[in-house]
């Protein structure tokens, strides 16, 4: 499966974005998947994460009440709706194929990233 990550950019503090990712050469309709991401000097941190139906969500404090993950299986797209954006949201967003879990080594592919910068 590849993972293609899309929808970062520059936005001002209290704004949203929303993050999409699109798998190909395969399907993710049967797993878990995951948004993370990393700060310049930081280790990469958990964000979101879907299960495969998308009945179930779990999100890290940090963003809870401000994201939402969700997803499309026709579409073979997951979304994270980022909304009431902070400066210090301010990362690399990668999303990621696995299970339904919170830590990185669960997650088996992996996109290239999108770079969300949010400035205050």
């Known amino acids: 499966v590849q993972l293609q990550a899309s929808g970062g950019g520059l936005v001002q503090a209290g704004g949203s974005l929303r993050l999409s990712c699109e798998a190909s050469r395969g399907t993710f309709s049967n797993n878990g998947v995951g948004w993370f991401r990393q700060s310049p000097g930081k280790e990469r941190e958990f964000v979101a994460v879907?299960?495969?139906?998308?009945?179930?969500?779990y999100y890290a404090d940090s963003v809870k009440g401000r994201f939402t993950i969700s997803r499309d299986n026709a579409k073979n797209t997951v979304y994270l709706q980022m909304n009431s954006l902070k400066p210090e949201d301010t990362a690399v967003y990668y999303c990621?194929?696995?299970?339904?879990?919170?830590?990185?080594?669960?997650?088996?592919?992996w996109g290239q990233g999108t770079l969300v910068t949010v400035s205050s």
């Open positions: 990621a194929v696995g299970t339904y879990d919170t830590k990185t080594e669960d997650y088996n592919y």
């Open positions: 879907i299960n495969w139906s998308g009945a179930m969500t």
